[in-house]
């Protein structure tokens, strides 16, 4: 069974770009939640979703926003880089919402921003 | 107070010695409790999860969980030198469809 895959593995960008970064859950499962990890805040929820609607979103300024898709893969777009925004982005799919069954990482997106 | 807390170490303990993990956490509605392992560079790894008061053992891990006290712990027998990562004890509210971590304690495994 596949694990979830997250696309691209890493990134560079600028300050004041945008970015998109890429989750396939692992199949069957229609929880798919972000988090941002850096070495001085740890590990930050950013938002969930279940098929196609966010049911919870984490404390982060509106440039960050994300969306879901029928086939459960989904999507977080960051606007306007700031150098704060540098860090390992972390998708994790789950069958339940992780009330029961926890949440399976992926391998993350590595984010720099200069 | 934050949500979860945990020592962040270095906890350092010989090979073939029990390393002890523990964690608190502040929100009494809590009802799933996990714990991943991150090995340098890596992501997290779910290792054991628990949900009632008690002990639940898998191999060489056993996670105890006091809902009392708002306290839970990892352990980990016969500790070996891959075992050598960060542990991450996250906690789970019921509908909040979202873990709450804490800082994450850094263990060594001395050979």
């Known amino acids: 069974k596949a694990g979830v895959t997250q696309t691209p593995r890493y990134l560079i960008k600028t300050r004041g770009q945008q970015v998109t970064l890429s989750c396939s859950p692992i199949?069957?499962?229609?929880?798919v939640s972000w988090y941002q990890q850096t070495p001085g805040q740890g590990l930050q929820f950013l938002f969930e979703?279940?098929?196609?609607?966010?049911?919870n979103k984490g404390n982060f300024p509106g440039r960050f926003s994300g969306r879901q898709f029928s086939n459960s893969r989904s999507e977080m777009n960051v606007s306007t880089l700031e150098l704060g925004d540098s860090a390992l982005y972390l998708c994790?799919?789950?069958?339940?919402?992780?009330?029961?069954?926890?949440?399976?990482f992926g391998s993350g997106t590595r984010l720099t921003v200069v | 107070q934050k949500e979860v807390e945990q020592n962040s170490g270095p906890l350092s303990v010989p090979e073939g010695a029990i390393a002890s993990l523990n964690c608190t956490y502040s929100?009494?509605?809590?009802?799933?409790f996990f714990w991943y392992r991150q090995y340098s560079g890596k992501s997290p790894e779910l290792i054991m999860s628990?949900?009632?008061?008690g002990d639940k053992e898998d191999g060489r891990f056993t996670a105890q969980l006091n809902k009392a006290s708002q306290y839970v712990s990892l352990l980990i027998r016969d500790s070996q030198p891959s075992d050598s990562a960060t542990y991450l004890c996250?906690?789970?509210?019921?509908?909040?469809?979202?873990?709450?971590f804490g800082q994450g304690t850094r263990l060594t495994i001395n050979p």
């Open positions: 996250a906690v789970n509210r019921q509908g909040a469809q979202k873990l709450v």
């Open positions: 979703y279940f098929s196609e609607t966010q049911r």
């Open positions: 199949s069957g499962h229609r929880s």
């Open positions: 929100d009494r509605v809590s009802q799933s």
């Open positions: 994790a799919s789950s069958s339940d919402g992780g009330n029961n069954y926890g949440y399976t």
């Open positions: 628990i949900y009632s008061n």
